[in-house]
């Protein structure tokens, strides 16, 4: 798997891979659900990504799932977006309240 050193590139070539909808739905799911292990705040490569790193990794995440048509690959994604919602209140608040409130609006098929 990645190495801390180099999880930026992991995580965006994951990003890149499940935001491609050039892609097979199955490859695509699966790179969302390593994704989702990627970002596990206890993991070494998101606790090593920079600040901005991880912004835009969760912005990315947001911006995947809208524009993903396969329910699969959403539902993979979602698993991501939830589980740094749901831990997000460790770094702060107003991203727990921003991803939160943006997961419960989404009609979830």
Known sequence: MCQASNGTACVQGLLGIAGD???PPNL???AALL???LVSMGSKVWKGMAA???EAT???LLSAIQAEPEAMVRRQLANAIAFLASHARRDSAEDFCRLKSWSSAQPWT
Request: zero cysteines; glycine letters at 6%.
């Open 52 to 54: 901005g790193a991880r």
């Open 58 to 60: 969760k912005a990315a």
């Open 35 to 37: 994704l989702r292990k």
């Open 21 to 23: 909808q050039s892609q």
């Open 28 to 30: 695509r799911m699966f």
